[in-house]
Structure formats: C-alpha cells, structure tokens
C-alpha cells in the first residue's frame, strides 16, 4: 500500500466510503462497481483504495473473522500476519509465565500484538515500515495498552521487556532466486536476521514465528519447536525458549480443527522412525504438522500404523483408523505405473474425476491428469509413490466414498 492510500483510506470520506462498500463479495462485479462509485463524484485514486481494501478484508476474514471488518490490511501484512486464533495461543504463553510488558518486534499489521493486548498485557510493537507501522496503529487503536513504533528492531533496547515476540520478515524474491531461497534456509534472507533473534532469545523469554520449512538442524537445542496447522493448512513453526517454553517439551505438532485443538509431543529433538512394513488395505496420509515435525514415528505408534516405503510420508495398516490426524484412503488396486495401462483401466471403469497425490515420484499432477484424458462420472485418488522400492501407482478411494470395481492387473 502507497503512503497516500493510506491517507485516503484514513479520510473521512474514505471511512464513510469503507462502509458503503462493506465486505465486497468474491462474485461481486467490480467494473459496474467502480462506475457506480465514480458515478457519485467519488474520487477515482480513493474508489480503486477502498476497493482493494474491501477485497482484503474479504480475504483476511478466514484469518481475523469479525474483526477484519473493523481493520486496515496491507498485501503483503495480511500474508504473513498470523491467524487471530494462533495468536491468541502464542499470547497465551506469554500470559502463563506472568510476563506483563511484551516487544512484538516486526509487528507487521499488528495481529499478534491485538492477542496480546486482548490478555491485558502491555505491548509494544515495532515496525519499520513506516505505512505497515501506520496500519499497526489503526488496527490497535482500540487497545489502551498497546502502542506502535516505527523503528529498525535492532536498535531497540529490549532491556527494559519482560519478553520478546518476533516475526523475521523474508525476504521477497523473484525468478530463481526466489524458487532457491524457497528450498533453502538462508539466515540472510531474514529481517531481522536469524542470529539477532537468536542472541535476543538468549536473553530473554521469547517467542519467534518462522516458516514452517524452517530446517531441523537450525533449531537450537535449547528451543521448544512447535508445528502448527489449522485445518490441514500447515501455518508455521514457532520456537520458544525460556519460560515461555513448556518445560520437557522440544518436538510438537499442533492440530487446530475448528474449536477443537490436538497436539502430539515429543520430549525429545531426536527424530523416532516409524517401521516399515507391507502396504495394508488402507493408507493414511498425515498432516503436514506431524510430517514438518519428524513425529510421524509417535503417530505411528499410537495407532498402530506403519510405513511401507522408507522416507515416504504415508501410513498404512490393515484396519481401518479414524483420527483427526489423517486422511485415510482405501486401496482398490496396487499397480506398476504405466501411463498407458493406467489410462486404460480408468477408462474401462468410467473414472472422470480424479484426485492425484504423490510422494516419492517427479510427476506433475495436471499434466498425468491430461495425459489420461479422463472420461466417466466415476471418482477415485491415484496414491503415485513408492512401495517398499518400487514404484507403484494404488488406485485408492477416500474413506467413507462409494467403491469403484475392484480389479487387479
């Protein structure tokens, strides 16, 4: 967002306009819109505003619900901004140990710092974008104990702070540099950079949100790492260190579904490998918390589930498990994965809908589906992966669906 949007947005006639306009619908017609606004003598820099706030504000209900009606959003502040209900969590930590004057350092638009200030604790937020910090102060206006910054988190004394809270910016990249940077850890690519907040969380009791990609072997030893995924959206990897880490914990993956949370940990950093075994009548696929976090070996082993290849994410078992923690899919045929057999044996059973998942396997989704040239009203998920060491496509059907007709090879 441009300076002089904000101003805009911050105008009278922009906050009358705000509400006009409202939530604009996903279907909305813009164009129409648009004409209707300029049609009043509005503005045409304060209609295109107020409309791309409209659609952000539609976007960020899935994260802020209600309260995204009341706030201003930037792009890229929305994007990385934590969801209010992993916020509220993250808070809570804070609450629990007794700390009552908490630095939220890189604050962006102000989200964790609304959670905390929500638990009457004292909150002071740092940014050093100065609109992005802007933003900040509109959307924490409502909280007497909250208050913004615009500065540089390296330069600020954090002394004088019972605890920290950080949210490194990364860097934005294009072309393939950024496709690199997506597949590795590079500590310069942080703002601030990963060792500022490591030496900071020496210090001091702190929480840090990372991207849940963020490498084992850059967790420090002293740091609880928590996975956290919110229905089946894996969201982030946070790492506390001091009291606000819970003691004897150092691995956990966190469920939230719906109102409901689940949590597997583990007390140590050490990863347990599930055992490998035959492929079952059905496989399982877990979510990406337990498999970001290395405990698909504890999963395992409370449901008596195990792997059928080595380092392929899929669970397997004879019986049939229901659990929060996956999906669960019934084998209907195991096959060599040959393209034009298997196009064949789904054209013979109708098949015209088809979800394809892979581990294991280079293929790419959309192209295999355009290859087979499906056709049918019949549904089924193709498993493309390894089977112990050979690779296989199952022909699977999702647990609870009508059964396609079982037939091998």
Same mark, same amino acid.
């Given at each position: 967002?441009?300076?002089?949007?904000?101003?805009?947005?911050? /105008?009278?006639?922009?906050?009358?306009?705000?509400?006009?306009?409202?939530?604009?619908?996903?279907? %909305?017609?813009?164009?129409?819109?648009?004409?209707?606004?300029?049609?009043?003598?509005?503005?045409? %820099?304060?209609?295109?505003?107020?409309?791309?706030?409209?659609?952000?504000?539609?976007?960020?209900? $899935?994260? @802020?619900? !209600?309260?995204?009606?009341?706030?201003?959003?930037?792009?890229?502040?929305?994007?990385?901004?934590?969801?209010?209900?992993? $916020?509220?969590?993250?808070?809570?930590?804070?609450?629990?140990?007794?700390?009552?004057?908490?630095?939220?350092?890189?604050?962006?638009?102000?989200?964790?710092?609304?959670?905390?200030?929500?638990?009457?604790?004292?909150?002071?937020?740092?940014?050093?974008?100065?609109?992005? $910090?802007?933003?900040? #102060?509109?959307?924490?206006?409502?909280?007497?104990?909250?208050?913004?910054?615009?500065?540089?988190? #390296?330069?600020?004394?954090?002394?004088?702070?019972?605890?920290?809270?950080?949210?490194? %910016?990364?860097?934005?990249?294009?072309?393939?540099?950024?496709?690199?940077?997506?597949?590795?850890?590079?500590?310069?690519? @942080? /703002?601030?950079?990963?060792?500022?907040?490591?030496?900071?969380?020496?210090?001091?009791?702190?929480?840090?949100?990372?991207?849940?990609?963020? !490498?084992?072997?850059?967790?420090?030893?002293?740091?609880?790492?928590?996975?956290?995924?919110?229905?089946?959206?894996?969201?982030?990897?946070?790492?506390?260190?001091? /009291?606000?880490?819970?003691?004897?914990?150092?691995?956990?993956?966190?469920? +939230?579904?719906?109102?409901?949370?689940?949590?597997?940990?583990?007390?140590?950093?050490?990863?347990?490998?599930?055992?490998?075994?035959?492929?079952?009548?059905?496989?399982?696929?877990?979510?990406?918390?337990?498999?970001?976090?290395?405990?698909?070996?504890?999963? %395992?082993?409370?449901?008596?589930?195990?792997? @059928?290849?080595?380092?392929?994410?899929?669970?397997?078992?004879?019986?049939?498990?229901?659990?929060?923690?996956?999906?669960?899919?019934?084998?209907?045929?195991?096959?060599?994965?040959?393209?034009?057999?298997?196009?064949?044996?789904?054209?013979?059973?109708? +098949?015209?809908?088809?979800?394809?998942?892979?581990?294991?396997?280079?293929?790419?989704?959309?192209?295999?589906?355009?290859?087979?040239?499906?056709?049918?009203?019949?549904?089924?998920?193709?498993?493309?992966?390894?089977?112990?060491?050979?690779?296989?496509?199952?022909?699977?059907?999702?647990?609870?669906?009508?059964?396609?007709?079982?037939?091998?090879?």
């Amino acid at each position: 967002m441009e300076r002089q949007d904000f101003i805009r947005l911050l /105008s009278p006639e922009g906050q009358e306009l705000l509400a006009k306009v409202g939530p604009l619908e996903a279907k %909305a017609d813009v164009v129409k819109l648009v004409s209707s606004l300029r049609a009043q003598g509005n503005d045409a %820099a304060l209609v295109a505003a107020v409309l791309t706030q409209a659609k952000l504000r539609r976007r960020a209900a $899935a994260k @802020f619900g !209600p309260f995204a009606e009341r706030m201003i959003f930037t792009e890229a502040g929305l994007e990385q901004a934590s969801r209010l209900s992993v $916020a509220a969590l993250h808070a809570n930590r804070f609450r629990q140990a007794g700390l009552n004057t908490v630095a939220d350092l890189g604050c962006g638009i102000g989200a964790e710092s609304m959670a905390l200030a929500s638990l009457d604790i004292n909150v002071k937020a740092f940014e050093i974008d100065e609109v992005t $910090a802007a933003v900040a #102060t509109y959307n924490l206006a409502p909280f007497e104990n909250a208050f913004v910054e615009q500065a540089d988190v #390296t330069t600020v004394d954090l002394s004088k702070f019972d605890g920290l809270f950080f949210d490194p %910016a990364r860097r934005e990249l294009g072309g393939p540099a950024r496709e690199r940077a997506n597949r590795k850890f590079d500590p310069a690519a @942080f /703002s601030p950079s990963f060792d500022f907040v490591m030496q900071a969380a020496d210090q001091k009791p702190t929480g840090v949100k990372f991207g849940p990609g963020h !490498p084992h072997e850059a967790i420090p030893d002293d740091a609880e790492a928590q996975w956290v995924s919110v229905d089946g959206d894996l969201v982030e990897l946070g790492l506390w260190f001091g /009291s606000v880490a819970r003691p004897g914990v150092k691995r956990s993956a966190l469920l +939230i579904s719906g109102n409901s949370r689940y949590e597997i940990i583990s007390h140590a950093a050490e990863r347990l490998d599930a055992p490998i075994a035959e492929l079952g009548d059905f496989v399982y696929e877990p979510d990406n918390a337990v498999v970001r976090s290395h405990l698909i070996g504890q999963l %395992a082993e409370q449901i008596e589930a195990h792997l @059928f290849a080595p380092e392929i994410a899929y669970l397997t078992s004879d019986k049939e498990i229901t659990s929060p923690w996956l999906k669960g899919y019934r084998v209907i045929d195991n096959l060599v994965f040959d393209r034009k057999k298997l196009k064949a044996y789904l054209r013979e059973r109708g +098949i015209g809908v088809l979800e394809i998942k892979k581990r294991g396997s280079d293929i790419v989704p959309e192209q295999l589906r355009r290859e087979l040239a499906l056709k049918g009203e019949g549904a089924a998920t193709l498993i493309v992966t390894r089977v112990g060491d050979a690779h296989r496509v199952l022909v699977a059907e999702a647990i609870g669906k009508p059964q396609i007709p079982n037939s091998k090879f």
